[in-house]
Antibody, heavy 115, light 107 residues
Framework: EVQLVESGGGLVQPGRSLKLSCVASGFTFSNYGMNWIRQAPGKGLEWVAYISSGSSYIYYAETVKGRFTISRDNAKNTLYLQMTSLRSEDTALYYC????????WGQGVMVTVSS | DIQMTQSPASLSASLEEIVTITCQASQNIGNWLAWYQQKPGKSPQLLIYGTTSLADGVPSRFSGSRSGTQYSLKISRLQVEDIGIYYCQQASSTPFTFGSGTKLEIK
C-alpha cells in the first residue's frame, strides 16, 4: 500500500524557517518524481514545488522561489521542503504527492505563520 | 504561466443526473491533465489522469474528455458520495497550475 506521511509543521513566526518531511512507503521511492502542494484555509490547491526521481530537475512556484528548497533522500525514502523567510501567506496545509499528475497524496501537515 | 479556467464554481444537481465540469487551458497542454476530488477534511483523490484515464478504484461513472484546449469531467449518474470539490490540474509545464475548483452539491 502506498503511503505518504508528512511531518514537521507547526506555528512559526514570520521570517523564521521550518523544514517539512514526507516519508514514503509501499513503492520504490527512487523511481518517482514528487511534489509539494499546499492549500490555504478555505482555499484551493496551489502547486509549490516538484523534484524528479534523481533530483536532476527541480521546479518552484514563483511565490516560493528563493525561499523554499525541495530535496529528497532516496536512501531514506524521504522528501523534504525547507522553508525560509516564512510569510503569513505561506499559512496552509502542505501535502506531498507522487508524480506530476499526483496519484497519491499524504494527509497533509499544517504550517501556520503568525506572530 | 498556463491558466486553467474552471467552471462552474459551484453546481447543485439531482441524484442520477449527468454532471459536467470543464477546464479551459490558456495554451496547449496535450494530455497532461488530471481531475481530483476532495471531500471535506480529506486529501484530494485522483480521479482521471492523462485527460481520459480512470485512476484505480474510481467508479466508471466518472469520465474525462478533451476538445482542443477544453477539458471536461463527466459524472454520468450522480451519487450522494460524489459531493465534494473537484479540481483540474495541468502538468504540461511548470508551474503545474490547478483550476479554482467546483463545489458539487446534491439538490
Amino acid at each position: 500500500e502506498v503511503q505518504l506521511v508528512e511531518s514537521g509543521g507547526g506555528l512559526v513566526q514570520p521570517g523564521r524557517s521550518l523544514k517539512l518531511s514526507c516519508v514514503a512507503s509501499g513503492f520504490t521511492f527512487s523511481n518517482y518524481g514528487m511534489n509539494w502542494i499546499r492549500q490555504a484555509p478555505g482555499k484551493g490547491l496551489e502547486w509549490v514545488a516538484y523534484i524528479s526521481s534523481g533530483s536532476s530537475y527541480i521546479y518552484y512556484a514563483e511565490t516560493v522561489k528563493g525561499r523554499f528548497t525541495i530535496s529528497r533522500d532516496n536512501a531514506k525514502n524521504t522528501l523534504y521542503l525547507q522553508m525560509t523567510s516564512l510569510r503569513s501567506e505561506d499559512t496552509a496545509l502542505y501535502y506531498c504527492a507522487r508524480l506530476r499528475l499526483a496519484d497519491y497524496w499524504g494527509q497533509g501537515v499544517m504550517v501556520t505563520v503568525s506572530s | 504561466d498556463i491558466q486553467m479556467t474552471q467552471s462552474p464554481a459551484s453546481l447543485s444537481a439531482s441524484l442520477e443526473e449527468i454532471v459536467t465540469i470543464t477546464c479551459q487551458a490558456s495554451q496547449n497542454i496535450g494530455n497532461w491533465l488530471a481531475w481530483y476530488q476532495q471531500k471535506p477534511g480529506k486529501s484530494p483523490q485522483l480521479l482521471i489522469y492523462g485527460t481520459t484515464s480512470l485512476a484505480d478504484g474510481v467508479p466508471s461513472r466518472f469520465s474525462g474528455s478533451r476538445s482542443g484546449t477544453q477539458y471536461s469531467l463527466k459524472i454520468s449518474r450522480l451519487q450522494v458520495e460524489d459531493i465534494g470539490i473537484y479540481y483540474c490540474q495541468q502538468a504540461s509545464s511548470t508551474p503545474f497550475t490547478f483550476g479554482s475548483g467546483t463545489k458539487l452539491e446534491i439538490k
